[in-house]
């Protein structure tokens, strides 16, 4: 028997197995495809379900996914409100879902890494900028000049140490909290202004510049889901909104500092 002929026996031989190892793998992938293509129909379903019970567009919901808890759909909307629904989006569940077994908020961990951000795509040039000691970490907060609870922010963040501070001025309260923050960013020294006013009350001048990155923040605190003042977002991605005193700052700073360390 020559070389040649026993190759073509083996391939011959060979061939029932391949065919059938390929038929195999085309009908998985099927399955996969056919699988794939129903749940998204089930999303759409979901999703044109609940723009029509908010009598709202579908683009207003942001993202429709299947959880295991329940059999249940999570819905999230541009403006990051989250609850759960069914298939059929016969009724709406607001509020957290708790995992018996583990105790963890599941709802709590998907609206903290909903509100995460890539924090180095952050255009800082368009920040009031300022060094408390070695600067060597960072806070970023956007902040309307006229909000109280930015004010009682600003004190607490004169305490805190070693930390470079960077404040998105977003005048969304009133006309006069857009035309205060034109005066700080077209001050000579911004961050000076900003502590003055925020601070000490001190009204800063009437000055005219290019104050053109106020608008650019407005837009980007829209992109952020920034809907009220103070929000602090901090290097790891992280938000907190609202005021927080020095201690539950340098906490959170500590935190970070100690996860980048690992």
Known sequence: MTFAFRLFRIVFLLLPIVAVALFAGHEAQARKTGSARAEKAAENKVRKGVAAFLEVPETVVESVRRIPQGNLYEVVLTNGELFYTDKSAGFFIL????????????????????????????????????????????????????????????????KVKDVTLYTFLYPIISEDSMARSRHIWCAENKAAAWINWIVDGKAPEARNCDSSAVERNMELGGKLRVTGTPVLFFADGSRIGGYREAADLEQKLSEISAEDAK
């Open 95 to 158: 509020g957290n879902i708790i995992d018996a077994k583990t105790q963890k908020n599941i709802t709590a961990e998907r609206l903290d890494k909903l509100a995460r951000i890539d924090f180095k795509s952050l255009p800082l040039e368009q920040a009031v900028k300022r060094v408390n000691g070695n600067g060597q970490r960072v806070i970023v907060t956007f902040e309307d000049p006229d909000c109280g609870y930015c004010k009682h922010l600003g004190k607490e963040l004169q």
